[in-house]
């Protein structure tokens, strides 16, 4: 158990006593050497399996890390992200501390607080709409309650998204919409777990009394929230192993702080702090460009950086892609993914990352065009289909009155009792025919049923009602079953993943960072964020940008500002179409109109004719090999930034 892991991880698995904290870049290993330090406290029977609670940030993880505990001879740990054991705990507390079952989980909570605008005359478009949730969210997590919601954003110095008189407003108005309609969010799971454990001595001496261990991954964005929660868990006892990377904080906007993480020596001075350097993921040239986007990072954070070191063989030179325009980015990205496919890359081993979900759309066209099966994750519309809703609704009853029901009572172990569910309600085993609405509904709760399976499989004992709280909280947190494909996800959703080959897309100003991040905080969270994207990648890892939105368009976008921190990126020229409109065209770049007809500019090194500003500029191509080095890409790449500062884009 203790062979797979080096000197420093191995000090962190038998480091079974008291408070331990590891920190360390991605890639590192810190997610292996907690998941070996819990087989490792079960095998020497230093920890009951049942008496360990292990958190993760993501459903996906938290899988990842029960089959690998079972792997490793250590099946029975509770492997949960923070919600979800507090969602569990809160069910099963709920009648005693409070009486009747637990409100059901608001199914479209952005619908409820568009309701909640419209209520105090506010119309909220989706952006809007956006953060509106998000600045709820944030009061929420950082227990501000509507009425100090102004006021604490003024002494937080966040910069609100709209008059925070009316973010209050609509904030009060959206608790009292969930209040009449009995429900309850995801930050409510986490207050009211709180709130019973604060109160109810005797419930907070259940819980202790059954978790004695406790390790939780990617603490560097834990919230004020969870962390209470982690706190009232604990009591006076000192069990706990935290392993997290502060260059990776990239919640800070939804209240998370890496202060915890950094703080953890000062709250707990006899802790073991443990630090990995090695890079065990991705290949030297990748670790490279992380280490060179990291090395002029700002911040707290940054301060306690670690230089990653690659221990894989050398790999292919990371790829710098420009293109004209964005759909020509998304079929050119779609194009190297087939021909990677074809190559005998599975799919499942690539991902298309990008910083917004609202990005995704192109992907999914540019690879349905192709042929090449996708999966999103995090910007997933699955449980909003009216299937899937309609069947969650379906289990929901038979969870509850299932004894009255034939069917159930003769389906046995969770998946035939789920397929009996869905059969009734018309769901049959065979695909239909063609493609379409029916085929969408049926691969829809096919999935479902699959998802039964592999959740049965995993956890033996699980009952419907498990599976129908599983599918609630994959719903709260968008986690959709997954399909065999490439990954479509957003920055955000890649966190703690990794895939052989890695496409970042959209890597201009404004999107990277993004045109709302303002103070040099969030930039400095922005750059966190490649960073994350960069090191998701062990083999291959392709960076791309479009000069403009559509084909034709004007070609007014910069590459990101962060591309140039990258170290040792070699640059080429993706499905160019750059546009010049007849004779007094629009030039690329700058989106100055030019007036009368102009002499065309030639590459000094392979004569042809230039349209882009930029290039035009230096008189050479961009992707001309024999005169691209990292100085000349270095210098359009000011020169573009210079101009779009110029002209305040
Ligand atoms: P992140 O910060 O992105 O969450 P991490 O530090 O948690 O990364 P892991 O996911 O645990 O890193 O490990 C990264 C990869 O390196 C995994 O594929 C893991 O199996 C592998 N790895 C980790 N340690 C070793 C080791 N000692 N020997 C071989 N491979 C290792
Ligand atoms: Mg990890």
Same mark, same amino acid.
């Given at each position: 158990?203790?062979?797979?892991?080096?000197?420093?991880?191995?000090?962190?698995?038998?480091?079974?006593?008291?408070?331990?904290?590891?920190?360390?870049?991605?890639?590192?290993?810190?997610?292996?050497?907690?998941?070996?330090?819990?087989?490792?406290?079960?095998?020497?029977?230093?920890?009951?399996?049942?008496?360990?609670?292990?958190?993760?940030?993501?459903?996906?993880?938290?899988?990842?890390?029960?089959?690998?505990?079972?792997?490793?001879?250590?099946?029975?740990?509770?492997?949960?992200?923070?919600?979800?054991?507090?969602?569990? $705990? !809160?069910?099963?507390?709920?009648?005693? /501390?409070? +009486?009747?079952? *637990?409100? %059901?989980?608001?199914? &479209?909570? #952005? $619908? !409820?607080?568009?309701?909640?605008?419209? /209520?105090? +005359?506010?119309? *909220?478009? %989706?952006?809007?709409? &956006?953060? #509106?949730?998000?600045?709820?969210?944030?009061?929420?997590?950082?227990?501000?309650?509507?009425?100090?919601?102004?006021?604490?954003? #003024?002494?937080?110095?966040?910069?609100?998204?709209?008059?925070?008189?009316?973010?209050?407003?609509?904030?009060?108005?959206?608790?009292?919409?969930?209040?009449?309609?009995?429900?309850?969010?995801?930050?409510?799971?986490?207050?009211?777990?709180?709130?019973?454990?604060?109160?109810?001595?005797?419930?907070?001496?259940?819980?202790?009394?059954?978790?004695?261990?406790?390790?939780?991954?990617?603490?560097?964005?834990?919230?004020?929230?969870?962390?209470?929660?982690?706190?009232?868990?604990?009591?006076?006892?000192?069990?706990?192993?935290?392993?997290?990377?502060?260059?990776?904080?990239?919640?800070?906007?939804?209240?998370?702080?890496?202060?915890?993480?950094?703080?953890?020596?000062?709250?707990?001075?006899?802790?073991?702090?443990?630090?990995?350097?090695?890079?065990?993921?991705?290949?030297?040239?990748?670790?490279?460009?992380?280490?060179?986007?990291?090395?002029?990072?700002?911040?707290?954070?940054?301060?306690?950086?670690?230089?990653?070191?690659?221990?894989?063989?050398?790999?292919?030179?990371?790829?710098?892609?420009?293109?004209?325009?964005?759909?020509?980015?998304?079929?050119?990205?779609?194009?190297?993914?087939?021909?990677?496919?074809?190559?005998?890359?599975?799919?499942?081993?690539?991902?298309?990352?990008?910083?917004?979900?609202?990005?995704?759309?192109?992907?999914?066209?540019?690879?349905?065009?192709?042929?090449?099966?996708?999966?999103?994750?995090?910007?997933?519309?699955?449980?909003?289909?009216?299937?899937?809703?309609?069947?969650?609704?379906?289990?929901?009853?038979?969870?509850?009155?299932?004894?009255?029901?034939?069917?159930?009572?003769?389906?046995?172990?969770?998946?035939?009792?789920?397929?009996?569910?869905?059969?009734?309600?018309?769901?049959?085993?065979?695909?239909?025919?063609?493609?379409?609405?029916?085929?969408?509904?049926?691969?829809?709760?096919?999935?479902?049923?699959?998802?039964?399976?592999?959740?049965?499989?995993?956890?033996?004992?699980?009952?419907?009602?498990?599976?129908?709280?599983?599918?609630?909280?994959?719903?709260?947190?968008?986690?959709?079953?997954?399909?065999?494909?490439?990954?479509?996800?957003?920055?955000?959703?890649?966190?703690?993943?990794?895939?052989?080959?890695?496409?970042?897309?959209?890597?201009?100003?404004?999107?990277?960072?993004?045109?709302?991040?303002?103070?040099?905080?969030?930039?400095?969270?922005?750059?966190?964020?490649?960073?994350?994207?960069?090191?998701?990648?062990?083999?291959?890892?392709?960076?791309?940008?479009?000069?403009?939105?559509?084909?034709?368009?004007?070609?007014?976008?910069?590459?990101?500002?962060?591309?140039?921190?990258?170290?040792?990126?070699?640059?080429?020229?993706?499905?160019?179409?750059?546009?010049?409109?007849?004779?007094?065209?629009?030039?690329?770049?700058?989106?100055?109109?030019?007036?009368?007809?102009?002499?065309?500019?030639?590459?000094?090194?392979?004569?042809?004719?230039?349209?882009?500003?930029?290039?035009?500029?230096?008189?050479?191509?961009?992707?001309?090999?024999?005169?691209?080095?990292?100085?000349?890409?270095?210098?359009?790449?000011?020169?573009?930034?210079?101009?779009?500062?110029?002209?305040?884009?």
């Amino acid at each position: 158990m203790l062979a797979g892991l080096d000197p420093e991880q191995r000090a962190v698995a038998t480091a079974l006593h008291g408070p331990v904290c590891v920190l360390a870049g991605a890639g590192t290993g810190k997610t292996r050497a907690l998941t070996h330090r819990i087989a490792y406290g079960v095998r020497t029977n230093r920890f009951q399996p049942t008496s360990v609670l292990a958190v993760t940030f993501t459903n996906r993880a938290a899988g990842e890390m029960r089959g690998r505990l079972r792997q490793l001879g250590a099946g029975g740990v509770q492997a949960r992200t923070f919600h979800s054991a507090a969602l569990r $705990q !809160l069910q099963y507390f709920w009648p005693k /501390a409070v +009486g009747g079952t *637990l409100p %059901r989980l608001v199914e &479209r909570k #952005a $619908q !409820l607080v568009a309701e909640a605008g419209a /209520a105090c +005359g506010i119309r *909220l478009d %989706r952006n809007q709409l &956006r953060d #509106a949730t998000g600045e709820i969210e944030w009061a929420k997590v950082t227990q501000t309650v509507p009425g100090d919601y102004a006021e604490s954003v #003024a002494k937080s110095q966040r910069h609100a998204p709209r008059d925070p008189a009316e973010l209050a407003q609509i904030y009060a108005r959206y608790e009292q919409l969930k209040r009449d309609r009995g429900v309850i969010d995801f930050e409510d799971v986490l207050l009211l777990t709180i709130g019973i454990l604060q109160d109810r001595r005797d419930i907070a001496d259940h819980v202790r009394a059954q978790y004695q261990h406790f390790v939780v991954d990617e603490y560097q964005d834990v919230s004020p929230l969870q962390q209470r929660l982690l706190e009232l868990w604990l009591g006076d006892r000192d069990s706990l192993c935290v392993v997290g990377d502060a260059s990776q904080t990239i919640y800070s906007f939804t209240g998370a702080t890496p202060e915890h993480l950094l703080n953890f020596r000062v709250r707990h001075p006899e802790a073991t702090v443990v630090k990995l350097v090695r890079d065990y993921r991705s290949t030297p040239q990748i670790v490279h460009l992380a280490n060179g986007l990291l090395s002029q990072a700002r911040g707290r954070a940054a301060d306690h950086r670690l230089e990653l070191v690659s221990q894989r063989d050398t790999g292919p030179e990371p790829q710098h892609i420009e293109y004209g325009d964005e759909p020509s980015e998304a079929e050119g990205t779609a194009r190297r993914i087939r021909d990677l496919i074809a190559a005998g890359v599975p799919a499942g081993e690539i991902a298309v990352l990008f910083r917004t979900n609202g990005q995704s759309g192109l992907y999914e066209q540019a690879l349905t065009d192709a042929g090449v099966p996708y999966q999103l994750r995090g910007a997933e519309r699955f449980f909003e289909r009216r299937e899937v809703r309609e069947a969650q609704a379906a289990l929901r009853g038979a969870a509850r009155f299932g004894g009255n029901d034939a069917a159930l009572d003769l389906a046995d172990d969770l998946a035939s009792q789920v397929r009996a569910v869905l059969s009734a309600s018309g769901w049959g085993a065979q695909a239909p025919v063609g493609s379409g609405a029916s085929r969408d509904r049926w691969e829809s709760l096919a999935a479902l049923a699959r998802l039964a399976e592999d959740f049965g499989a995993a956890q033996p004992d699980a009952s419907l009602a498990d599976f129908v709280t599983e599918l609630d909280e994959r719903a709260a947190s968008q986690h959709a079953p997954t399909v065999q494909g490439v990954t479509l996800a957003s920055l955000h959703a890649a966190k703690g993943l990794e895939w052989d080959a890695v496409f970042l897309v959209g890597l201009t100003e404004g999107m990277m960072p993004i045109t709302y991040a303002r103070t040099d905080e969030q930039l400095e969270e922005e750059r966190r964020l490649l960073y994350v994207g960069i090191t998701r990648a062990r083999f291959r890892l392709t960076l791309s940008w479009s000069l403009s939105r559509a084909p034709g368009g004007r070609a007014h976008r910069v590459p990101s500002r962060f591309l140039k921190d990258l170290r040792g990126a070699s640059a080429t020229r993706g499905a160019s179409s750059f546009s010049v409109a007849g004779t007094g065209g629009i030039s690329a770049g700058t989106g100055t109109p030019r007036r009368g007809p102009r002499k065309p500019i030639r590459c000094r090194s392979c004569g042809r004719s230039l349209t882009d500003a930029g290039e035009m500029k230096l008189m050479r191509c961009e992707g001309c090999p024999s005169d691209m080095d990292e100085g000349v890409y270095e210098r359009l790449h000011t020169w573009r930034a210079a101009e779009a500062e110029r002209l305040g884009q």
